[in-house]
């Protein structure tokens, strides 16, 4: 008996080696993101399994918009989340990006708060206006003036990050601030006055998915499968939207009540969507962001090539 017990135990044993050996390896990925409610389903992605069962292995590292390319270039991220502006600043500054997937769009989630006084853009001049510098936030600020017949130079900048830019005028600092959900809502939980909304600016700030060029030629199935889990992440919401919201807010301290609030102010890209966004307006719309930056200063000089920065295959 204890011979035949030996012999199972071994046999199962081998078993398990050889199912391990036989076992897909989890490719690791690690991704620099923001707390914006638009990423939000990459975190659902994470944390329900959805990465892991297509194979890939996600980290997401939190951490300012100005540093993520730093990052990439350091090998410490494989891929990045941010606008299509910011993408452009990073390939001007030269590391190479290619955006593969579009993630969302605010429809309001961002917003520029501002003291009672303040009635329209014109009554910025002058102004001091809390700003996060090197990302969607300051680019967005130069959008919305110089649509209004002003310059982000009639202003007077103060480099903050987004939750610190909301935070700091909802206490009494500021003549401005311009910030983006779920820290918008605290300034309207806190009866702040916002001037303008990026409902009011459609299809400028727009979110996607980016990895070098050489990675994604190494590593075409892993990109894949990012892409690929993102639309499921987004099916899920549908099933189960409680549940998401309940996961998704958690990430940035909100209950899935106020993630809902927050939520009502994006869209998420389908692959319908990505599909007809990346074949038919981002090949206009990236030239146009192009111009207003080198307009506003904020890049010192073009990408080498528009069309290198977008790859639409892996959304067909």
């Known amino acids: 008996m204890k011979t035949t017990s030996w012999m199972v135990g071994t046999l199962a044993a081998a078993l398990a080696g050889l199912w391990a050996a036989a076992a897909p390896a989890q490719t690791k990925v690690t991704v620099a993101m923001s707390g914006w409610t638009g990423f939000a389903p990459i975190t659902l992605a994470k944390e329900t399994g959805i990465f892991k069962k297509n194979g890939i292995e996600v980290e997401i590292k939190k951490m300012p918009t100005s540093n993520r390319h730093q990052a990439m270039a350091a090998g410490e991220v494989q891929a990045i989340t941010t606008t299509v502006d910011t993408h452009i600043l990073y390939a001007s500054s030269g590391v190479d990006v290619t ?11 961002d917003g520029i708060a501002v003291r009672d006084a303040i009635n329209s853009v014109a009554d910025l001049k002058g102004k001091q206006v809390a700003v996060q510098y090197g990302g969607v936030p300051q680019f967005w600020l130069a959008y919305v003036l110089k649509k209004n017949g002003q310059s982000i130079n009639d202003v007077t900048s103060v480099n903050l990050q987004p939750s610190d830019a909301a935070n700091a005028f909802v206490a009494g600092q500021f003549d401005a601030a311009v910030t983006y959900e779920p820290y918008l809502s605290k300034v309207r939980e806190a009866k702040g006055k916002i001037l303008v909304t990026s409902d009011q600016t459609p299809g400028v700030i727009i979110d996607t998915l980016a990895f070098q060029p050489d990675y994604i030629k190494k590593n075409p199935k892993v990109v894949q499968a990012f892409v690929d889990s993102w639309f499921e992440a987004l099916d899920a919401i549908k099933k ?11 990430d940035v301290n909100q209950t899935p009540e106020q993630f809902a609030a927050s939520a009502k102010f994006v869209r998420w890209y389908d692959k319908a969507g990505n599909q007809e966004y990346l074949a038919k307006t981002m090949p206009t719309f990236i030239k146009e962001v192009q111009d207003v930056m080198l307009e506003a200063k904020l890049i010192r000089k ?3 090539s528009l069309d290198g920065m977008v790859d639409a295959s892996f959304v067909k």
Request: aromatic share 4%.
């Open 99 to 109: 955006q593969v997937l579009v993630l969302d769009s605010s429809h309001g989630g």
């Open 240 to 250: 189960d939207e409680k549940k998401s919201f309940e996961i998704m807010g958690r």
């Open 302 to 304: 073009a990408p080498p």
